[in-house]
């Protein structure tokens, strides 16, 4: 298996405009994590979902942020729009049940000039 | 409630011993940990599930005490590979999301 992929692993854009960040999970996995890590905060649990139904989203940080998974394999987490404290790696990782181990994706570093 | 970490950074020579505790303020049901490597993602280390029990993996070894609410992650002879920043990470209930730690920094050198 490839692992969880993540798109784009880079991204700059600047204020106001809406980004999109985009997550496949390892198949057969039925939970989905989005994590934001900047220094000042560490790992941060945005969100998840089992079966592709959010399950809690009380870390998303504001109404500017929405995530959606529409089937099992792809997951999109959208800001709109984007502020430069958005500026963070944002990690998806995806696991087998929970508690059970989570595989991380390598991440997408976000600039917001 | 995000668990607390000690000490924040640790810094060995090859072949030293270090121990990072984890702690939380609530009832834990698991704790997890994983290891950061400078610019890539976490990588799952161990999962302790209430009861007690310890784990080892190589010369990597956790332990749990669900009565005090901590985990304390024992590195033995340690290697250059084991530099990075590890994570505990800990859940209240089954089926709760992991709250990560704000993690401890170990550097070691030859």
């Known amino acids: 298996d490839a692992g969880v992929i993540q798109s784009p692993r880079h991204e700059v854009t600047e204020m106001g405009q809406e980004v999109t960040l985009r997550c496949k999970p390892i198949?057969?996995?039925?939970?989905l994590f989005w994590y934001r890590q900047t220094m000042m905060r560490g790992l941060e649990l945005l969100i998840y979902f089992n079966n592709n139904v959010p399950i809690d989203d009380s870390g998303m940080p504001e109404d500017r942020f929405s995530a959606k998974m529409p089937n099992a394999s792809f997951s999109t987490l959208k800001i709109q729009p984007s502020e430069p404290r958005d500026s963070a790696v944002y990690f998806c990782?995806?696991?087998?049940?929970?508690?059970?181990?989570?595989?991380f994706g390598p991440g997408t570093r976000l600039t917001v000039l | 409630q995000q668990p607390v970490q000690s000490p924040q950074a640790v810094i060995l020579r090859e072949g030293e011993d270090a121990v990072i505790n984890c702690s939380s303020s609530?009832?834990?049901?698991?704790v997890h940990w994983y290891r950061q490597k400078h610019g890539e993602a976490p990588v799952f280390l161990m999962i302790?599930?209430?009861?007690?029990e310890q784990k080892g993996h190589d010369k990597i070894s956790a332990s749990f005490n669900e009565k005090k609410q901590q985990s304390s992650l024992y590195l033995t002879a340690s290697q250059l590979s084991y530099s990075g920043t590890y994570f505990c990470?800990?859940?209240?209930?089954?089926?709760?999301?992991?709250?990560f730690g704000k993690g401890t920094t170990l550097s070691v050198s030859s």
């Open positions: 990782a995806s696991s087998f049940g929970q508690p059970n181990e989570q595989f």
């Open positions: 990470g800990t859940t209240g209930e089954a089926g709760t999301a992991l709250i």
């Open positions: 198949s057969g996995h039925d939970y």
């Open positions: 609530k009832a834990l049901y698991s």
């Open positions: 302790l599930l209430k009861g007690g």
